[in-house]
Every structure is written in C-alpha cells, then in structure tokens.
C-alpha cells in the first residue's frame, strides 16, 4: 500500500520557548484537541488562522480543540502539522519508555 504525500501546509512559526510540551500521550480526542490547542496558542496562531493554514473551516479546529470524536482524521493531521505537530505512531512499551 501506498503512502500519500501529506497536503502541502506551510510551515508553522516558531514557538515560544517552554510553551508546549515536547511529548505528549494523545490517547484521546480530547488529548489530541489540547495538544493542536497548545501548539497553536504556543505559536500565537488564531484559530482562524489555523484554518486557513490547514484549508479547513474555523469550526473543525474548534471541535478538534473540544475533542469531538468524529473530526477527519485526514484533516486533523493537516491541523497538526499546520501548528507544528505530528502523528507518530509508536507501540505502548515505546512510549511509556519514553515518559518514564
């Protein structure tokens, strides 16, 4: 199987310095909707910034940021990516290594 190319989003200002965390354990909706959330603020994005970075509508980065269930997750790795984050896949024992 083929993987795609990630949508061309540009990339992110810098952040500030200690304003988001490195790592985060995005185990929920609601995990993955507070990391975009900090990530963003982190680089002094707006939302509707954001939404035009990632070419989706303001509401979808607010439900994200909610955690609603049901965002696409197509759009949400294009959110992530325009404020700077990325999806990784990683097995269980990795990442509680990695945290400690």
Do not use: D, W, Y
Not at 69 to 81: D, P, Q, R
């Amino acid at each position: 199987m083929a993987i795609k190319n990630p949508p061309s989003v540009p990339p992110p200002p810098p952040a500030n310095p200690g304003a988001a965390p490195a790592l985060v354990f995005l185990a929920s909706p609601a995990a993955v909707g507070a990391a975009v959330e900090a990530a963003r603020r982190a680089r002094g994005l707006t939302q509707s910034e954001v939404a035009s970075r990632a070419r989706v509508s303001r509401r979808f980065v607010l439900n994200l940021e909610r955690g609603k269930a049901s965002c696409h997750l197509g759009k949400t790795l294009t959110v992530m990516m325009s404020v700077g984050l990325v999806g990784v896949a990683l097995p269980v024992e990795a990442m509680q290594a990695a945290l400690g």
